[in-house]
């Protein structure tokens, strides 16, 4: 009798242990904090309200000269870059939209800058099961942070909880905090006309957990100023996790926009001459050929060239 009974449970076993490891339920996402530019400067105070400029709001809050602030100067080697940004850390109600604009760009507008997500449930899922957490939105407006050398670019960084709630034990219940980065990217010397030139021109997200240490691809939005035909200024994608902790595994489904995996600046396009600097080019070409031919000539006929 006990060996049938033995039997009868091993044979149960794989059953019983894979229904135990399946759980379903909600998830909570908010984000919590902001910290990036608000403004640009032409100080090297960060608390010299009156060389701010461009001002931004991120959810309707301002800087103001009383929290603490930080500047990045852009590089100081070409004129077009010698520019500051005023940072701060801004604490947000918990949240699941971020907007950011600039003073005097009404809610709504194509020029607001919005970072949201949009939580999914989850069914049946299995710990060490990829699974869609929700979708972030990336809508590209303006803001600050863009540099004329890619590398001076100040990025946003939007700290963000994100909670899961079930019924089927603690495996489901997790928490995962995390980032999700924003970078603006103007490069100087681009040709936006090209393919190449625009996806360079695009800003773009990725996310990173705190936990575990991962960072997804990255997520490009076309600019509205140079964006294909057909191209569009709005996106979404899937942010992926998994069960064991509740970790990142990568953001997935691009719509809207396009992946990379890089999360560095593209390489920009090198803008193409124009006819009448191939012709100034043909002519100083013409012109080291004739000199060269009269030095080879001077020299063959034993003559000096001065």
């Given amino acids: 009798m006990r060996k049938i009974l033995a039997i009868v449970l091993l044979a149960c076993a794989p059953a019983i242990g894979y229904s135990q ?14 910290l990036g530019p608000l403004a640009t400067a032409g100080s090297a105070n960060p608390y010299d309200e009156s060389s701010w400029g461009t001002r931004g709001l991120v959810n309707g809050i301002g800087a103001t000269s009383l929290p603490p602030y930080y500047l990045s100067w852009s590089s100081a080697s070409h004129a077009l870059s010698d520019i500051g940004f005023v940072s701060g850390l ?40 990829d699974f869609v957490l929700g979708t972030l939105t990336f809508k590209n407006g303006g803001w600050n942070g863009g540099a004329y050398f890619t ?8 700290d963000f909880k994100v909670t899961t709630h079930s019924s089927d034990g603690d495996a489901f219940n997790q928490t995962m905090l995390g980032t999700v980065t924003m970078v603006v990217n103007a490069p100087g010397i681009n040709d936006t006309a090209t393919l190449a030139g625009q996806q360079a021109e695009a800003d773009w997200i990725y996310v ?17 100023c140079c964006r294909p035909p057909g191209g569009i200024t709005f996106g979404m994608v899937d942010l992926v996790a998994r069960f064991n902790s509740l970790d990142l595994v990568d953001i997935d489904n691009p719509e809207g926009g396009f992946l990379t995996e890089s999360v ?31 030095r080879a000539s001077h020299l063959a006929d034993g003559g000096v060239v001065r």
């Fill in 21 to 34: 490891a399946l759980g379903s339920g909600t998830v909570d996402f908010q984000f919590t904090s902001f």
């Fill in 208 to 224: 990173t957990d705190y936990g575990s240490g991962v960072r997804s691809r990255a997520f490009r939005v076309f600019d509205d």
């Fill in 264 to 294: 560095d600046p593209l390489p920009v396009a090198a803008p193409v001459p124009e006819p009448g600097a191939y012709m100034m080019l043909l002519a100083g070409l013409g012109l080291l050929a004739f000199v060269a031919r009269r």
């Fill in 90 to 129: 801004i604490n947000l109600a918990p949240t699941q939209t971020v907007s950011m604009r600039y003073e005097g760009v009404p809610v709504g507008s194509p020029e607001e800058n919005i970072i949201s997500f949009t939580p999914r449930a989850f069914s049946n899922v299995a710990v060490g099961q």
């Fill in 151 to 158: 590398a001076d670019n100040v990025p946003t960084r939007l």
